[in-house]
């Protein structure tokens, strides 16, 4: 594979693919953790370190261990006990060396176990055939597209928090307007490809 095609793949994969504006994984933590800026930054950091570093390891397991031994038939079992591992690995690691955005992620950290999008690009890397390398550029794509539009949508969030919003759209019912909207927005990125 070329560079042009990992460029193809990359931006597909964070624009136009978004995983949460287009596929809808990883809801929980894009609504749950987009209500400051500097939270939402720090989630989109932790979910491009975990995606990319669970792109590179599942693939290798894949690649390596799962085929060559025909027992592909584990691949979500493993690929979950892999996910998980790492973001005790991240929990730990925040826990220790920064104490202001592990407690201000709160219970939304271990989530990224349970964040479907995570174990959705471990699948759709073996679904698509990607090879290590492209898997890795894909999970990181896919990991930066999360990022942005967690960014975007606590923007968003901060601006209309001191809004004159009709009493039925507060909360979360404004929340997910917005998002419906960014997905609009970010479907229009499909005539890059």
Known sequence: MDVKELLMIAIGSSLVSNVVL?????????????RKTETAVGMGAAVIFVITLASAVTGTIYEYVLKPFDITFLQTIVFILVIAALVQFVEMFLKKFMVGLYQSLGV?????????????????????????????????????GFAIAIV???????????N????????MPIVL??????????????GLL
């Open 152 to 162: 975007i949508l606590a923007g968003i969030r901060e601006k209309i928090e001191y």
């Open 22 to 34: 287009s596929q809808f994984l990883g809801l929980c933590p894009f609504l749950g953790v987009s």
């Open 108 to 144: 939304y950290l271990p989530l990224i176990t349970t964040n479907c999008a995570v174990l959705g690009v471990a699948l759709n890397n073996v679904k698509y055939e990607y090879n290590v390398l492209t898997g890795i550029v894909n999970g990181f794509a896919t990991a930066v």
């Open 164 to 171: 004159d919003i009709p009493r039925s759209f507060q909360g």
């Open 177 to 190: 307007i917005t998002a419906g909207l960014m997905a609009i927005a970010f479907f229009g990125f499909a």
